[in-house]
């Protein structure tokens, strides 16, 4: 997706996000939230958006929640004005601003197939968690076969005014050497969504 897309797309869904899709998808959010909590320590949340997480995580967790978009991030202030454990600031996921090994636990949910080049941001996930920390996914991956996937390549060309890609195979975010995949399952709705669950070697 190409980043003025992504930043027009954004603008739009902002206003609803949390009516609409921010509700279908919000069984993984409380998984992650759950998951990073139980972890303690420093935390990276990617493409935090309208901050639907914030108010899950406990009080023992440390977050940072980056986002592209300012119109999300706008909305994801009012949330973070009450939780003193959270800082939020506007940046590209492509080049994140933090050193090598900053963060215990690095999340992303819902991001993955809505940014330009995803293998490029889960990189740079990869550098600023440290080794034995955690990178936590929750996102949409493509079916392989059947009526899903056939209805996924059909939405393929308006990935740009949709603000997401469809068609989006697991395998763009498991290139990263340094990650080693430690869990994955099926989430609601109806095993649309994926968690997964990677280790920092």
Known sequence: MKPEA???SYRRWAPVYDATFGRVTNAGRRRAAAHVTARGGRVLEVGVGTGLVLPLYGPGVEITGIDFSHDML??????AAALPNVTLRQMDARALDFPDGSFDTVAAMHVLSVVPEPEKVVTEMARVCRP????????????TRGVLA?????FRPLEDQLGWQSDFPIERVLGDPRLREVERAPLPPAGLMTWLLLERL
């Open 6 to 8: 992504v930043t027009a």
């Open 74 to 79: 706008e909305r994801a202030h009012e949330k």
């Open 132 to 143: 034995g920390g955690q990178v936590v996914i929750v996102n949409h991956f493509s079916a």
């Open 150 to 154: 056939a209805a996924e390549r059909l």
